[in-house]
């Protein structure tokens, strides 16, 4: 697939006194000649020719013309078409398709990053690209993204066993350290953060004081930090000796004064799979899909006929100039 943010990706290249331009071939009248065909879906020379040049814009001049370079983004941009091909066929063939309203919205989605339409035109014709092909791009990009969640919806989902299982063996990733849920008052100056001491000592509210006084980002959720982990800040660590409930003395520290409370202590150990079993699904699910997708995708492969003229592709070279 050739990916709309590698077509709207600001990789214009411009170094030094170089600026990367085309590719281009040894015969013009090849120019509308099919270099790769999918059953009935073709790529011309040219087309060929200007994704190749958009891909290596990200490179500079000299980079461009690497051979290994070239051959790989050309390798890269066959296969990307044999893939998008399959899954517009696929769907075709399965009459999968995006309704208007979810294209504008798309494209309205994509248009909102642009402070205006002079500036989203101006990078369309930066990019090469006209209205029409960045439309079509977006719609593909839809019509390919819905064919893989219509792929998914044949894929079962993983089982508890394979969760537990997967837990078991790759529990060195659930260790954690010591951990307190802290609260804190930050104050720049001594004499203010040891009024507030004397505040919390007579009983006035931690929360309130924090809010009205602190001068830390968390002052206006009543100083809450959350859970801390030991070794994350020098100045934390010294709250893990607090006993449960009971305001710290003043403590000073690089970012000023603290005055601080442990609510909650968590010792070290393995996080339960409990809080870990949606993560642990994630990621079994996603390694399926793959695999799955991997499968279909030879599948496809062997079921299609490609036309490829390597001859011509190899010909197509990176042309640079000086400005």
């Known amino acids: 697939m050739i990916s709309f943010k590698r077509l709207l990706g600001f990789q214009f290249l411009f170094v030094g006194a170089f600026l990367f331009t085309s590719c281009h071939w040894n015969n013009a009248s090849y120019q509308h000649t099919v270099v790769i065909k999918v059953d009935s879906k073709e790529l011309t020379s040219k087309q060929f020719a200007?994704?190749?040049?958009?891909?290596?814009?990200?490179?500079?001049?000299?980079?461009?013309?690497?051979?290994?370079?070239?051959?790989?983004?050309?390798?890269?941009?066959?296969n990307d078409f044999i893939v998008s091909s399959i899954l517009q066929n696929w769907a075709q063939k399965h009459n999968i398709q995006i309704d208007k309203e979810?294209?504008?919205?798309?494209?309205?989605?994509?248009?909102?990053?642009?402070?205006?339409?002079?500036?989203?035109?101006?990078?369309?014709?930066?990019?090469?690209?006209?209205?029409?092909q960045w439309q079509k791009t977006v719609e593909n990009r839809l019509i390919e993204k819905a064919v893989f969640?219509?792929?998914?919806?044949?894929?079962?989902?993983?089982?508890?066993?394979?969760?537990?299982?997967?837990?078991?063996?790759?529990?060195?990733?659930?260790k954690n350290q010591d951990k307190i849920y802290l609260q804190q008052i930050v104050l720049s100056e001594k004499a203010d953060a040891e009024k507030i001491a004397s505040s919390l000592k007579k009983g006035k509210s931690f929360e309130s004081l924090a809010k009205?006084?602190?001068?830390?980002?968390?002052?206006?959720?009543?100083?809450?930090?959350?859970?801390?982990?030991?070794g994350t800040l020098e100045v934390f660590d010294k709250a893990?000796?607090?006993?449960?409930?009971?305001?710290?003395?003043?403590?000073?520290?690089?970012?000023?004064?603290?005055?601080?409370?442990?609510v909650k202590k968590a010792p070290s150990g393995i996080t339960p799979l409990t809080m870990v079993r949606n993560s642990i699904k994630r990621e079994l699910a996603s390694q399926t899909d793959q695999?799955?997708?991997?499968?279909?995708?030879?599948?496809?492969?062997?079921?299609?006929?490609?036309?490829?003229?390597?001859?011509?592709?190899?010909?197509?070279s990176v042309e640079t100039h000086q400005e």
Do not use: C
């Not at 893990?240 to 442990?262: N, R």
């Not at 991997?294 to 001859?311: C, E, H, P």
């Open 102 to 132: 979810k294209i504008e919205s798309e494209k309205k989605a994509i248009r909102s990053d642009f402070p205006d339409d002079f500036s989203f035109r101006e990078e369309l014709s930066r990019q090469g690209l006209s209205v029409h």
């Open 50 to 78: 200007d994704e190749l040049a958009q891909r290596l814009s990200k490179y500079d001049s000299f980079m461009a013309k690497d051979t290994k370079i070239v051959a790989q983004t050309k390798e890269s941009i066959i």
């Open 212 to 230: 009205q006084f602190s001068i830390a980002p968390e002052n206006k959720n009543g100083g809450i930090v959350g859970w801390v982990e030991k």
């Open 149 to 174: 969640e219509s792929l998914q919806k044949e894929i079962p989902p993983p089982s508890e066993e394979s969760i537990q299982k997967y837990y078991e063996s790759n529990k060195h990733k659930y």
């Open 291 to 316: 695999l799955y997708f991997k499968t279909w995708l030879s599948q496809q492969i062997r079921s299609i006929n490609v036309f490829k003229d390597q001859k011509l592709i190899d010909t197509m």
């Open 240 to 262: 893990f000796l607090l006993p449960l409930g009971e305001p710290s003395e003043v403590i000073q520290s690089p970012y000023g004064y603290h005055i601080m409370l442990v």
